[in-house]
């Protein structure tokens, strides 16, 4: 479609968004206009039949009646923004109007106590809207350069009892926003590290970082406490995973009650458990026997099967993968890459991996040119540079040894000697 009809069409599209909209409004049944509202479950819930006035399939609420004012009256024409400091946005509207945006960390994690002292600054200042981000930040929405002072003045200075900042201002530009994490052994049931904590830990140690832009571009950190990686470890400059280095154990007398064995046999990435029966008091039972020396400790296996578990004290750790990225900003979007295959558990600050972290994100800041992910920064210099630079031990376990690893390999004779090379 030419660029013409592409406009067309989105205006079209828009009007009729516009014509909903206004009907939204006027037409709403109460019930779904307040689909949260505590009361409404209570009252037409009655557990004898379950079935009546079941409410199903509505969908989340209707983003639109959710934006401040200034928002939905400039939706699709803002021209131009600008960070006017660490965590402070400015938009401008091709209608003259400007919003400033003020950016706070959270911990994702969060008391009702806590959303509603937020709701009690949005009250305050932002006539009751505010909305999280896709790296569960909250930002604050104000219309003046007076109201963005007071609520700037406001959020500095709310404090947990223990001194940590409840709203950290940060988290734009070239600073490390908030850390994309899990759920660790706050509620999953296959975690090899917790989540919260390791994250708590880092932030603490990168605070300075958060609300500053003095790294050579934005640095996105996740952690994800099992290789399932729930959200974006994959992708991420930084990242932390939760890696086990011990096979499952097998509970043989009640895996045939609680598994579907097949499942769990086609759940292994390497076809390292196969079915076996055994005799337990003169009963046969099936079960399955798991080949050690194929295993590579994922855990897929106990996420399909309960009698399957894998979790261990000692043998459970962190993984350290960098350099991935999803912009397609200059360079296309990158996997990170293992660079520190293990780090065990030190909980509850987790001191050997927070300074491998901040290690490489301060070898990164010094090396890396402007604009420069860590991905690209490693692309530029070289795996084996970075290495060097960054003074982590080069083991085999960063030699990629599964299905297509081959094109991981280096297929020419370029590279750069470094300290690594003995030269005898
Ligand atoms: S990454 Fe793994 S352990 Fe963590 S929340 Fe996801 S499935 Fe659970
Ligand atoms: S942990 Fe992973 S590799 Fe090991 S047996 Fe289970 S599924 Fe296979």
Known sequence: MADEKVIEKLKELWTKYEEIDGKFDEEMDPVFKEPYYPGVAEKLFNPDKPMENRITDIGPPYFRQFLPPIIKKN???WVSHEIIQPGVLKYESETGDVIYVVRCGTPRLETTDYIREICDIADK???GYVRWTTRNNIEFHVDSEEKLKALIEDLKNRKHPNGSYKFPIGGTGASVSNIVHTQGWIHCHTPAIDASGVVKSIMDEL?????????????????????????????SDIAIVGIHRKPPMVEDDRIQHVCEIPLAIAACPLGAIKPATVEIDGQKKKTVRVNAERCMFCGNCYTM????????????????????KVTNRIS????????IPFIPNEPPRW??????IKHILEVYSQHANKYERVGDWIER???????????IPFTEKSIDDYRLAYTTYRTSTHFKFTKHIEIK
């Open 75 to 77: 939706y699709g024409k």
């Open 125 to 127: 200042y932002c006539d």
């Open 305 to 324: 099967c309960p009698a399957m578990p894998i979790a261990d004290g000692e043998g459970d750790g962190i993984a350290i993968v960098v350099g991935g």
């Open 351 to 356: 001191p050997t991996a927070v300074k491998w």
């Open 332 to 339: 296309p979007p990158k996997f990170s890459r293992v660079v």
């Open 381 to 391: 210099i070289g795996w084996e540079k970075f290495f060097e630079l960054t003074d």
């Open 207 to 235: 605070f300075e970082y958060f609300g500053s832009h003095k790294l050579p571009a934005k640095t996105r950190l996740a952690l994800a406490c099992c290789l399932n990686m729930c959200g974006a470890v994959h992708c």
